[in-house]
C-alpha cells in the first residue's frame, strides 16, 4: 500500500485496550457521536443479517466478501414472556413443584401469582407480597368459579396457567376400586376442566399440564395416575383444535416431589434406568417448551439402553422409541455411492462420479439448477471457498463411507482431479472412458442421488 499512497500511514490500534485502560474516553467519543446519529449526519455500517438456524448462510456469505458493512446473526426472540402486571396460577402451588414454579415465576419478573390448593400454607421463604394462596378443590366447580369470579374482579388479567395439582393413589389392577381410581383423576382431569372453564374469557399465553411419563411409558401400580395423565395430554390437543394455548408435559422424576418420596415408584423409576431430573435442569426444559410452544413434550432422564432392556418385546411404540432410526435405515438397505459404483459398468464410472461431483459441488458454490461446474476448472476457481471445501468432504465422506484427507481440493484441484483419485487410489476401480449417451448418465445419478 505504502508504494501506491506514500502519503498515507498505517497504525495498529486496539480500541479494546483503550476501553480497559481508559473507559471515559470511550463513553466521552459516545457523548460526542450519539447526537450526531440522532441527527442523521452518521449513520450506523450496513449489515446483513442471518438467522441463528441459518448461520453456514452466513459464514459462506462473509467467506466470500459478498458482504459490505457486518454480518449480523440475530437469535430469535423469545416468544415466552411474563408480564409483571399480570396474575399466573399454578394450582398444587404449595406442593414440592408447586414452590419451585412459584420462585421461577417470581424470577421470570411475575408480580402476581395464585397459588390454589385445598389447604393453603403460606411459605414464608417466597416472596409473599407476590403471592395470593388460595384453599380451594380444583376439581369442585362450584368454588373454583367462585374463586375465578373474584381473580378476575381483583387482580390483573389472569396470563398464563400452570396445572399442577395431583395426588397418588398406586395399586396392583387387582385391588383398584373406583374410590381409588378417582383420587388421582379428580384434582388432574376435572381440575382442568374447570380451569378451561374458567380461563374462557381470558387471553392467556400459556396453559400448561403437569402430567407424567407414566402415561408416556407407563408404570407398574399406576394405572388410575398414568390414565388421568393421559387426559392431560389429550386436553392440550383439544384446546389446540379449538385455537387456545395447551401443554402438556410428561415429566419423569423431579429431584423432588411426589415421585421421589414415594420409594417403590423411586425403585422401579431406577431399576429401569430413569433418573430423577434437577429442578435446574426441568425448568430449563420448561422454558424451551414454552418458547417453542410445543403442545405435547415428554422431559425424562432416561438411559435407553436400560429401559429398552426392561421392556424388551413389550410395547411396540418404545421399540420405535428406541430404534426408530436404526430400523428405518435397517430395513431399507441404502447403497453407498462406492457400491453403486463398484457395481456399474467400468465404462460408465467416471461419468457417473464426474456427474455426481459436478451436481453436488455445484450445489454446494451456489450455482443455480441449470448451471453446472466445470469439471477441469479449479474449485477455488469456480467460487469454492474453504467452508465449501469442507463440506464437499464431508459429503463424499458420508457417500463413499470413507475418510477423505481435509486437504482434499487442495491436493485434487479439480472435480476431474476428484473423480480420478476416487476411482484410482479410494475405490482403485477401473474405468475405461467411452462415450455414453446422456439418458444413460443421468439415469445413473438420479438413481445416486436418490
Ligand atoms: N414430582 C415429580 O417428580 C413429578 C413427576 C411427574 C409429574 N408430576 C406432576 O407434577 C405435579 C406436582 O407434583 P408434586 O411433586 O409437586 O406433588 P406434591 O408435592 O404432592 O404437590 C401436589 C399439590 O397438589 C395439590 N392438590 C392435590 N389435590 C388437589 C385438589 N383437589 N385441589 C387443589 N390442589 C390439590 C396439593 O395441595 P393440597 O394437598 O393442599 O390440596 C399440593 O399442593 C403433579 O400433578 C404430578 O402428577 C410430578
Same mark, same amino acid.
Given at each position: 500500500?505504502? #508504494? ?6 498505517? !497504525? ?39 438467522? =441463528? ?11 466470500? &466478501? ?34 419451585? =414454579?412459584?420462585?421461577?415465576?417470581? @424470577? +421470570? ?13 403460606? !411459605? ?67 381440575? %382442568? ?34 390414565? &388421568?395423565?393421559?387426559?392431560? *395430554?389429550?386436553? %392440550? ?41 434437577? %429442578?435446574?435442569? %426441568? ?19 432416561? *438411559?435407553?439402553?436400560? !429401559? ?19 430400523? +428405518?435405515?435397517? /430395513?431399507?438397505? @441404502? ?15 467416471? @461419468? ?29 476457481? $469456480?467460487?469454492? *471457498?474453504?467452508?465449501? $471445501? ?7 465422506? /458420508? ?6 484427507? &481435509?486437504?482434499?481440493?487442495?491436493? !485434487? ?16 476401480? #477401473? ?20
Amino acid at each position: 500500500m505504502a #508504494q501506491i499512497r506514500p502519503d498515507i500511514h498505517y !497504525y495498529p490500534f486496539d480500541i479494546g485496550m483503550v476501553g480497559n485502560e481508559s473507559p471515559e474516553m470511550i463513553q466521552s467519543i459516545f457523548h460526542q457521536m450519539m447526537p450526531e446519529f440522532d441527527q442523521d449526519n452518521l449513520a450506523p455500517l450496513p449489515y446483513q443479517s442471518f438467522q =441463528l438456524d441459518n448461520i453456514v448462510s452466513a459464514f459462506r456469505y462473509m467467506a466470500q &466478501a459478498q458482504h459490505f458493512g457486518k454480518v449480523v446473526v440475530s437469535i430469535q426472540e423469545s416468544s415466552f414472556q411474563i408480564h409483571s402486571h399480570a396474575t399466573y396460577i399454578i394450582t398444587g402451588g404449595t406442593g414440592a413443584l408447586g414452590q419451585i =414454579l412459584t420462585k421461577w415465576l417470581i @424470577q +421470570k419478573g411475575a408480580s402476581c401469582i395464585v397459588c390454589i390448593s385445598r389447604h393453603a400454607d403460606t !411459605y414464608n421463604d417466597l416472596d409473599q407480597n407476590k403471592i395470593v394462596y388460595k384453599s380451594c378443590d380444583v376439581s369442585c366447580e362450584k368454588s373454583m368459579k367462585h374463586l375465578f369470579d373474584e381473580i378476575h374482579q381483583s387482580l390483573p388479567p389472569v396470563k398464563g396457567v400452570i396445572h399442577a395439582a395431583g395426588t397418588l393413589d398406586d395399586c396392583s389392577m387387582i385391588e383398584q376400586t373406583w374410590e381409588r381410581f378417582e383420587t388421582p383423576m379428580k384434582p388432574k382431569i376435572w381440575g %382442568a376442566i374447570n380451569l378451561h372453564q374458567c380461563t374462557q374469557k381470558c387471553s392467556l399465553d400459556f396453559f400448561v399440564m403437569f402430567s407424567s411419563s407414566a402415561s408416556l411409558l407407563g408404570s407398574a401400580g399406576q394405572s388410575n395416575y398414568a390414565f &388421568a395423565n393421559a387426559f392431560l *395430554d389429550g386436553f %392440550a390437543q383439544h384446546r389446540r383444535f379449538k385455537g387456545l394455548c395447551g401443554t402438556s408435559i410428561n415429566w419423569g422424576p423431579w429431584e423432588s416431589g411426589m415421585a421421589v418420596s414415594v420409594s417403590q415408584i423411586n425403585r422401579n423409576m431406577t431399576d429401569k434406568g430413569i433418573s430423577p431430573v434437577s %429442578a435446574d435442569n %426441568a425448568i430449563a426444559s420448561l422454558e424451551i417448551i414454552l418458547d417453542k410452544d410445543f403442545s405435547l413434550s415428554g422431559v425424562i432422564d432416561i *438411559d435407553w439402553h436400560i !429401559y429398552e432392556k426392561t421392556v424388551e418385546g413389550q410395547f411396540e411404540f418404545i421399540q420405535t422409541l428406541y430404534h426408530g432410526r436404526k430400523k +428405518k435405515s435397517s /430395513q431399507v438397505p @441404502q447403497q453407498t455411492l462406492s457400491d453403486q459404483l463398484m457395481q456399474a459398468q467400468a465404462e460408465k464410472r467416471e @461419468q457417473m462420479i464426474l456427474s455426481y461431483l459436478q451436481k453436488t459441488g455445484s450445489k454446494i458454490a451456489g450455482y443455480e439448477d441449470n448451471q453446472h461446474m466445470d469439471v477441469n476448472k479449479p474449485l477455488i476457481d $469456480a467460487g469454492f *471457498d474453504s467452508l465449501m $471445501a469442507v463440506e464437499f468432504r464431508n459429503i463424499l465422506n /458420508q457417500a463413499l463411507n470413507t475418510s477423505l484427507p &481435509a486437504t482434499l481440493i487442495f491436493d !485434487y484441484p479439480t472435480l476431474q482431479h476428484v473423480a480420478d483419485y476416487i476411482l484410482d487410489d479410494v475405490l482403485k476401480l #477401473q474405468h475405461d472412458n467411452i462415450d455414453l449417451s446422456e439418458k444413460d448418465v443421468m439415469d445413473e445419478i438420479e438413481s445416486l442421488l436418490k
